[in-house]
């Protein structure tokens, strides 16, 4: 069974940081590109970074200063750092695998992406 399992959300004050992680199981990880997506209520899901199979990472304008990417195929997990964070980035964060997608459909967040974890919750208070 495929699982994307993400963990590390929480509530925070602005300023802060969290260290979000998606372990996987099921298919073979360092086969896979990975990626970090947010949604808040009433808003477009977004992507946050891309991460592909080699480790080379591609961050979101808007975050790009605050936030880094990494993953660990020993563990089968890949984290996202979020650094002092605002009430903005308020949102459930997912992380998502596949093996074929290209561009077009990673920057989206297209349901064409094989795999898609359950989120985690992260709220930034002011």
């Known amino acids: 069974e495929v699982q994307l399992v993400e963990s590390g959300g929480g509530s925070v004050q602005a300023g802060g940081s969290l260290r979000l992680s998606c372990t996987a199981s099921?298919?073979?990880?360092?086969?896979?590109?990975m990626g970090w997506y947010r949604q808040a209520p009433g808003m477009e899901r977004q992507r946050v970074v891309y991460?592909?199979?080699?480790?080379?990472?591609t961050i979101a304008e808007p975050v790009k200063e605050r936030v880094t990417t990494a993953r660990d195929n020993a563990k089968n997990t890949v984290y996202l750092q979020l650094n002092n964070l605002k009430p903005e980035d308020t949102a459930m964060y997912y992380c998502?695998?596949?093996?074929?997608?290209?561009?077009?459909?990673?920057?989206?967040?297209?349901?064409?992406?094989?795999?898609w974890g359950q989120g985690t919750q992260v709220t930034v208070s002011s």
């Open positions: 099921g298919f073979t990880f360092d086969e896979a590109d």
């Open positions: 998502a695998a596949d093996f074929r997608c290209g561009e077009g459909d990673w920057l989206v967040g297209s349901s064409r992406l094989e795999y």
């Open positions: 991460i592909d199979r080699e480790g080379a990472a």
